[in-house]
């Protein structure tokens, strides 16, 4: 059976009613990455909106659908994040009470904004190890209770909200952008954007970005319907999706739409910038359109829209995020450095070995192989990535063991 497509019509008429409801999210210039692409780079910054997230345009849309006899039993609906605040936010406002199923792993600050966010109209309940547990769960309860379940992205009603973005653009713009790059994960976005851009901005170059550790769009364009991914990494969270929907792989077919994927190392590297040069908090899925930016080869002087689409990042996580970065730049490596059990031997690695702008970050003996040598685990920063070359010809001219640590490693991964 073929899936029903969403119309541009509807993306419009949800765009009217949250338009009585939300303010347009800001679109803003973006000096740094107009100066790395030679191109007019504005951010559509839905990371702006009250839940941080463009995932509430899609709950009230389809909350609001809902009839009378509908409301009155209530919605549920399964999330560790963006989408539960979405629907928390919609519930309280329109009165609908709402039952959220939160995996047991989704923060403590996660849970609270989402009480916060509904008030006495939300039901938080916490269950099952990991998101498919609390999405069976949110099912078992529609079907016992009637209650509507209200997806993340697999709705025309979800798409036709979050595509109202588009409509926003445009009214903000003046005129159709050259390139627009949108984050992909479920697919909600990219097709409720892709359906109502393809009547209205058909000239309009439409690129969807999803982790490449997580491309489940990609795959289900290349099987010609929508398959389960083996792995998916879940560090860019808010993408992380392992299979997308029946409804969004259809409208992002029908589109052609583009779409590219970026690493892990370069999300992080992207969040950085926009923490410490734009004064942005990203979250990894909302940083995933920026960081296409550089690699997109977009004609100077035209005119680029990225949206950032969330900025629900955890602060505790911004160690990790910065040694990606420093990872994927080339300036943090490791190595196995097998010692002499003798005073000075440390001393002459730094001497002989480091150069003047390394910096050893981790250090750490992991077996003692006798009682004359043992084996650390060493972590160097350099000052540049240009330095490793001299560093692993120092390192081949001296006596010590030395093994790089190959980022492919189980090793590596534990310790990066």
Known sequence: MTAPLLTAS??????????????????????RLSAVTGAEVWLKREDLQPVRSYKLRGAFTLISGLSDEQRAKGVVAASAGNHAQGVAFAGQRLGVRSRIYLPRNTPRQKRDRVAALGGDMVEVIVTGEV????????????????????????????MAGQGAVAVEILQQLGHAPDVVTVPVG??????????????????????????ELAASMAAALAAGTPVDLDE?????????????????????DATG???????EGAICVEMLDMY?????????????????????????????VAVVSGGNNDVSRYAEIVERALVHEGRKHYFLVTFPQEPGALRRFLDEVLGPEDDITFFDYVK????????AVVGLELGDPGDLGPLLTRMDASPLPIETISPDSPLFRMLG
């Open 10 to 31: 509807a993306v419009d008429a949800a765009a009217a009613l949250l338009a009585g409801v939300l303010p347009p999210s800001p679109l803003q210039r973006s000096e």
């Open 131 to 158: 998101y498919d547990d609390a999405a069976r769960a949110a099912a078992e309860d529609a079907a016992s209770t009637g209650a509507a379940v209200v997806p993340a992205f697999d709705a025309l009603e979800t």
């Open 186 to 211: 479920g697919g909600g976005l990219l097709g409720g954007m892709a359906t109502w851009m393809a009547e209205h901005a058909a000239a309009t170059r439409l690129v969807g970005v999803e982790p």
């Open 232 to 252: 998916v990494s879940p560090f860019v969270d808010g993408a992380a999706v392992r299979r997308v929907g029946e409804l969004t792989h259809a409208a992002v």
């Open 257 to 263: 739409s583009e779409l590219t994927t970026v690493s």
């Open 276 to 304: 410490q040069t734009d004064g942005i908090i990203a979250e990894p899925a909302g940083a995933l359109a920026t960081t296409v930016l550089p690699d997109l080869d977009v004609v100077a002087g035209s005119t680029v």
């Open 368 to 375: 003692r192989n006798n009682r004359d040598t043992g084996t």
